[in-house]
Each structure stands twice: as structure tokens, then as C-alpha cells.
């Protein structure tokens, strides 16, 4: 990735409201070759903002650039992006293959050799004379994704690949990620899983509340991540003794009693899960439960936010 | 690429569930007219099979059944991000969704009223025939232009549809003075006349002139088909 080259996507100042909802607010950043992932919790705006970076959504406010150019109302752009929704968007009624060859046509590809190759790249070829009706969700994402990049598109906009995919085939939709961006494109992938874009994504995007909260590597995103503390609910017997232990054992900010349980706050969760069994071993307690209360993506997002 | 587009848009219209509705919706006005011309020797038969089943009943809601679906399924199954992420301007995307539309109701709406038209008693059967054919083909345009666009502006299109035939079409004009310029039906039925020479007079509503009915039917299929592709322009696509 060169900072100095000119971004292949460019937004300034990009906003969509929807009545008195905003779903995306102010946001401005530019994407470079390699791969991209945006990350947030479901309903953060990702969706919104890949639509309006593809043209399917006029922006409200703002601007957005896709290889120099205005996207919305430029058709003859699509020859060079590749867009594959979050939606299972197909026609039952076609086989695999012609399905692929469709967008195919659809894009100028003349070649059936690429419609092979693309079917192929997604490792449905025994599959693709099946209509796509009948394939698991799995398939029919990755006949999605045959038909994105059939016409070998130098943006490619993903949105949610990979719902559905099993570990095998996530696996190999990585590799062949990578293997596409190792050619100079620029591919952008959306996810509310953070683990899912971790070793794809050079670059993570994160969008909260339809802001963008925070850009970096995953090492960057991931420290500040670790960093935050966390609020867990300890269920034991001898209540009393267990909160006095955790406290004066010190791998606890704060404790307090609630009518059934321990409510701490931790800021090393790790030493945490090692700590509390041996406590409660020597306060004679008994553990019924011990559960995160706040890990959910939004919390985990806001955090980072607000930190 | 027209091809392919072409192919899905046909393929997406004469699904065999919407193409057995209209053909069976097709048996009522030819069942009536061989039964009037069997039990009363065809009298009747312009008036009641081609007037009010075929130009008032089939030909709208026939072309309504296959025309919202143009764009309405692609709403619904979100498909239509298919088609607008291609390089295809949207005025292609519509221009096509409508021959689609129109490759299987044109005909099939013509053919039921050439069909009904040579079951009545006129003289000149052959020249009313085609006139009524011609009429049918060309209230289809229109009606395709409308509903494709209702479609696409509208998740209740059928609503819309049924609501704009029975209350406008079949009763508003009749009732509103002048409104008769303002109707498909009416276009259809006044190119039929004025096709043809003289069999059709039993038609109720007044008609209006060949060239005014021509130019009316004109008016309609561009005037929305023009709102089609600029909603399709304009809009957001889930």
C-alpha cells in the first residue's frame, strides 16, 4: 500500500438520513489496494455506507470516488467494480453456471473460459450445472461471489461474504481474498466479526452508530480491544467472602453485591478466569456461574469509541 | 448483453404459475363468446366478451399481473442490485423489462380479441378482427408502461393495479365527463374503431378520434416509462 498513490475509494463528509434517522454521519476516509474491512455492529451503517460507495444509495450529503470517479448515475464505472450484496440475491431458477455467465454477459465477458475460471475460484465446479435454488447458503455465496468477480473487477465490494460459510470455506474464500489483492486491487469486506476480518484485512474500519470510530490495522483495533475492562457476573455461594477476596486479591477494579451475584469490573479478563476458581477454592465458595455481562460487539465498539 | 437481459426479464415474466393465471383468465371471454355465439348466433358477443371481458377485464389485468412483477419481484427478492451494479444505463434496464413485459401480453392479449372479434356477427370479421387485435396490442403498451412503473414505486402494486381498473377505468370515466380522453381503455377502444367500419359502434363508451387515441396511447407509454427510469435513476436499491 502506498500512502502517496491516489485512493481507489475517496468519501468526504458522507451522510444518509432516513427521515430523522441517520445511518451514516460525517464519515470521510480513503481506501487504498489491499484489503479493507469494515467492521461494526449490525445497524452501525456499514451496509449504508457500502451502498452509497457502490452508487446503490444517493448520499445525503458528501461525496464519494471510486477510482477517480462519481459513482452514483455511472454504469460504465461497474465494468471495474465488482459488487457482491449482503442479501442472498439470485435467480432460483438458473444453474450455478449460468447464473455466472449471466453477470458475465451482463458485464461484457464474452470468454466462457472466465465463467469457468470464476466457478472454478469458488470451487463450485461439480456443483455448477445445479440450479442454484437448491444450494446451501454456503454455495450460494460463493456462486455470489463467482459472479462479482467474473469480469476480474480491479474494486471489489464485499458485503457480509461470509455468512454462511463454513471454517473450510472461509478458509479458502481467505485465500482467494488474498490471492486478489496480491495483484494490486483493492478489495473492501464487511463484518460485525472482528475475528473474521483479522487475518484478511490489512486495513479495519470502524464504524459505530453510523460514524466511523476508529481506522487501523488489527493489531491496532485488537490492543484497544484488550484494553478495555470488563463487567462480569459471579454467581458463588458465601457471596461476601468471595467479593472480599477478589477485592483484596486486586485483580478487580470494583466489585458489587448484588441480590444473587458479584457484579466486577476487570481490566485483565484473563487473570480474571485463572483467579476466580482458585478463590473460590480457598473461600470454600462454591461457582454456580461466572458470565460476561458486556460483551457484546456494541459494547466492545463503543468502548473503543469513547476510549 | 441485451440478450441475456432479455432472456431473465422473459424468463422472470412467463413464470408457469403467472402464465397458467392468464390463460385461464383468457377462458372467460372466450368461454362467453362461444357460448353467445353457439346459443345466439353471435349477437352480443362485441359488446359483452370483447368490450367488457377482453378490453374491460383481460387486457388490464393480464398486462397488470406480468408488469408489476417486472420490477416488483427485483424489489422483493433484492435482486434488482443485480441488474443496477452492471453497466447498463437504468433507461436499458427498463426499455428491456418492458419488451419483456409486452413480448407475452401483447399477444396473448391481441390473439383473445381477434379470436373473441371473429366469434361475433359483424360482416367485415377479418378487417374487425385485426382492428381489435391492433387495439388490444396497443392498450397493452400502455397498460405495461404504467404498471411497470407502479411496480417499481410501490410494494402494493397489485392494490394500485386493481384499484386504478375497477374505479377509474371502469367507472370514473364513465362518470366524469371528459375523463374519456384520460383513458387507456378508451384509447383501445377508439383504435378499434377507427380501424375498422362500423361493427364495433356497439361499443358504449363515446369514442374519440384515431389520431387522438394514437397520440393518447403515445403520451402514456412515454410519460411513464420516462417516470420509470427516473425513479429507477433516483431510488435507493435495497
Given at each position: 500500500m502506498s500512502e502517496q498513490a491516489a485512493p481507489v475509494i475517496q468519501i468526504n463528509g458522507l451522510s444518509k438520513w432516513y427521515g430523522s434517522v441517520v445511518a451514516v454521519n460525517d464519515v470521510s476516509l480513503e481506501i487504498y489496494p489491499g484489503v479493507t474491512g469494515i467492521l461494526g455492529?449490525?445497524?452501525?451503517g456499514k451496509t449504508t455506507l457500502l451502498h452509497m460507495m457502490t452508487g446503490l444509495a444517493a448520499p445525503s450529503e458528501g461525496e464519494v470516488r471510486v477510482l477517480g470517479q462519481e459513482v452514483r448515475g455511472n454504469p460504465q464505472l461497474y465494468r471495474r467494480i465488482g459488487v457482491m450484496s449482503e442479501h442472498d440475491a439470485l435467480y432460483p431458477f438458473m444453474s450455478g453456471k449460468e447464473f455466472v455467465a449471466l453477470a458475465a454477459k451482463l458485464q461484457g465477458v464474452k470468454s466462457e473460459a472466465a465463467v469457468d475460471q470464476a466457478v472454478e475460484d469458488v470451487g463450485l465446479t461439480e456443483a455448477?450445472?445445479?440450479?442454484?435454488?437448491?444450494?446451501?447458503r454456503g454455495m450460494r455465496q460463493r456462486i455470489r461471489l463467482a459472479a462479482t468477480i467474473v469480469h476480474d473487477p480491479e474494486v471489489l465490494v464485499l458485503d457480509?461474504?461470509?455468512?454462511?460459510?463454513?471454517p473450510r470455506q472461509r478458509i479458502h474464500f481467505g485465500e482467494l481474498v488474498r490471492e486478489y489483492a496480491a495483484g494490486g486491487k483493492t478489495v473492501l469486506i464487511s463484518s460485525h466479526i472482528l475475528e473474521e476480518v483479522e487475518s484478511l484485512a490489512g486495513q479495519i474500519l470502524l464504524m459505530v452508530s453510523g460514524k466511523l470510530a476508529a481506522a487501523g490495522n488489527y493489531r491496532t483495533i485488537r490492543e484497544k480491544l484488550d484494553e478495555r475492562p470488563f463487567k462480569v457476573r459471579v454467581v458463588a455461594s458465601n457471596q461476601r467472602e468471595m467479593a472480599a477476596a477478589l477485592l483484596a486479591n486486586g485483580v478487580v477494579e470494583s466489585v458489587s453485591l448484588e441480590d444473587d451475584a458479584i457484579d466486577v469490573l476487570t481490566g485483565n479478563i484473563g487473570e480474571f478466569q485463572t483467579t476466580v476458581a482458585r478463590l473460590a477454592q480457598e473461600t470454600g465458595s462454591r461457582l454456580y456461574r461466572v458470565e460476561p455481562l458486556d460483551d457484546s460487539l456494541e459494547s466492545v465498539f463503543t468502548y473503543v469509541v469513547q476510549g | 448483453m441485451s440478450g441475456a437481459l432479455l432472456a431473465v426479464a422473459l424468463r422472470q415474466a412467463a413464470s408457469p404459475g403467472r402464465l397458467g393465471l392468464i390463460l385461464l383468465l383468457a377462458l372467460l371471454p372466450l368461454g362467453i363468446a362461444v357460448i353467445l355465439r353457439v346459443a345466439?348466433?353471435?349477437?352480443?358477443v362485441i359488446e359483452v366478451a370483447l368490450d367488457l371481458l377482453v378490453i374491460g377485464l383481460f387486457l388490464p389485468i393480464s398486462v397488470m399481473t406480468v408488469a408489476t412483477t417486472a420490477f416488483g419481484n427485483e424489489v422483493e427478492d433484492r435482486t434488482l442490485g443485480l441488474l443496477t451494479t452492471k453497466p447498463a444505463p437504468r433507461a436499458y434496464i427498463v426499455l428491456v423489462k418492458l419488451g419483456a413485459t409486452l413480448a407475452i401480453t401483447a399477444p396473448l392479449s391481441a390473439g383473445v380479441a381477434v379470436v373473441v372479434t371473429l366469434l361475433g356477427d359483424g360482416e367485415s370479421a377479418a378487417r374487425t378482427a385485426v382492428a381489435a387485435g391492433v387495439g388490444a396490442a396497443l392498450g397493452a403498451l400502455a397498460y405495461a408502461s404504467i404498471f411497470t412503473w407502479a411496480g417499481l414505486v410501490t410494494s402494493r402494486a397489485l392494490g394500485f393495479g386493481l384499484a386504478y381498473v375497477?374505479?377509474?377505468?371502469?367507472l370514473m370515466v364513465s362518470l366524469i365527463d371528459g375523463a374519456r380522453f384520460l383513458s387507456v381503455r378508451n384509447y383501445a377502444k377508439s383504435i378499434m374503431q377507427g380501424l375498422e367500419d362500423g361493427s364495433l359502434d356497439v361499443f358504449t363508451q363515446t369514442p374519440i378520434e384515431l389520431p387522438i387515441a394514437l397520440a393518447g396511447i403515445a403520451i402514456v407509454t412515454v410519460v411513464f416509462t420516462y417516470l420509470t427510469v427516473r425513479r429507477l435513476n433516483r431510488m435507493d436499491v435495497p
Amino acid at each position: 500500500m502506498s500512502e502517496q498513490a491516489a485512493p481507489v475509494i475517496q468519501i468526504n463528509g458522507l451522510s444518509k438520513w432516513y427521515g430523522s434517522v441517520v445511518a451514516v454521519n460525517d464519515v470521510s476516509l480513503e481506501i487504498y489496494p489491499g484489503v479493507t474491512g469494515i467492521l461494526g455492529p449490525n445497524g452501525a451503517g456499514k451496509t449504508t455506507l457500502l451502498h452509497m460507495m457502490t452508487g446503490l444509495a444517493a448520499p445525503s450529503e458528501g461525496e464519494v470516488r471510486v477510482l477517480g470517479q462519481e459513482v452514483r448515475g455511472n454504469p460504465q464505472l461497474y465494468r471495474r467494480i465488482g459488487v457482491m450484496s449482503e442479501h442472498d440475491a439470485l435467480y432460483p431458477f438458473m444453474s450455478g453456471k449460468e447464473f455466472v455467465a449471466l453477470a458475465a454477459k451482463l458485464q461484457g465477458v464474452k470468454s466462457e473460459a472466465a465463467v469457468d475460471q470464476a466457478v472454478e475460484d469458488v470451487g463450485l465446479t461439480e456443483a455448477k450445472d445445479r440450479k442454484v435454488g437448491g444450494y446451501s447458503r454456503g454455495m450460494r455465496q460463493r456462486i455470489r461471489l463467482a459472479a462479482t468477480i467474473v469480469h476480474d473487477p480491479e474494486v471489489l465490494v464485499l458485503d457480509e461474504p461470509l455468512n454462511g460459510a463454513d471454517p473450510r470455506q472461509r478458509i479458502h474464500f481467505g485465500e482467494l481474498v488474498r490471492e486478489y489483492a496480491a495483484g494490486g486491487k483493492t478489495v473492501l469486506i464487511s463484518s460485525h466479526i472482528l475475528e473474521e476480518v483479522e487475518s484478511l484485512a490489512g486495513q479495519i474500519l470502524l464504524m459505530v452508530s453510523g460514524k466511523l470510530a476508529a481506522a487501523g490495522n488489527y493489531r491496532t483495533i485488537r490492543e484497544k480491544l484488550d484494553e478495555r475492562p470488563f463487567k462480569v457476573r459471579v454467581v458463588a455461594s458465601n457471596q461476601r467472602e468471595m467479593a472480599a477476596a477478589l477485592l483484596a486479591n486486586g485483580v478487580v477494579e470494583s466489585v458489587s453485591l448484588e441480590d444473587d451475584a458479584i457484579d466486577v469490573l476487570t481490566g485483565n479478563i484473563g487473570e480474571f478466569q485463572t483467579t476466580v476458581a482458585r478463590l473460590a477454592q480457598e473461600t470454600g465458595s462454591r461457582l454456580y456461574r461466572v458470565e460476561p455481562l458486556d460483551d457484546s460487539l456494541e459494547s466492545v465498539f463503543t468502548y473503543v469509541v469513547q476510549g | 448483453m441485451s440478450g441475456a437481459l432479455l432472456a431473465v426479464a422473459l424468463r422472470q415474466a412467463a413464470s408457469p404459475g403467472r402464465l397458467g393465471l392468464i390463460l385461464l383468465l383468457a377462458l372467460l371471454p372466450l368461454g362467453i363468446a362461444v357460448i353467445l355465439r353457439v346459443a345466439a348466433g353471435g349477437e352480443d358477443v362485441i359488446e359483452v366478451a370483447l368490450d367488457l371481458l377482453v378490453i374491460g377485464l383481460f387486457l388490464p389485468i393480464s398486462v397488470m399481473t406480468v408488469a408489476t412483477t417486472a420490477f416488483g419481484n427485483e424489489v422483493e427478492d433484492r435482486t434488482l442490485g443485480l441488474l443496477t451494479t452492471k453497466p447498463a444505463p437504468r433507461a436499458y434496464i427498463v426499455l428491456v423489462k418492458l419488451g419483456a413485459t409486452l413480448a407475452i401480453t401483447a399477444p396473448l392479449s391481441a390473439g383473445v380479441a381477434v379470436v373473441v372479434t371473429l366469434l361475433g356477427d359483424g360482416e367485415s370479421a377479418a378487417r374487425t378482427a385485426v382492428a381489435a387485435g391492433v387495439g388490444a396490442a396497443l392498450g397493452a403498451l400502455a397498460y405495461a408502461s404504467i404498471f411497470t412503473w407502479a411496480g417499481l414505486v410501490t410494494s402494493r402494486a397489485l392494490g394500485f393495479g386493481l384499484a386504478y381498473v375497477l374505479l377509474w377505468e371502469a367507472l370514473m370515466v364513465s362518470l366524469i365527463d371528459g375523463a374519456r380522453f384520460l383513458s387507456v381503455r378508451n384509447y383501445a377502444k377508439s383504435i378499434m374503431q377507427g380501424l375498422e367500419d362500423g361493427s364495433l359502434d356497439v361499443f358504449t363508451q363515446t369514442p374519440i378520434e384515431l389520431p387522438i387515441a394514437l397520440a393518447g396511447i403515445a403520451i402514456v407509454t412515454v410519460v411513464f416509462t420516462y417516470l420509470t427510469v427516473r425513479r429507477l435513476n433516483r431510488m435507493d436499491v435495497p
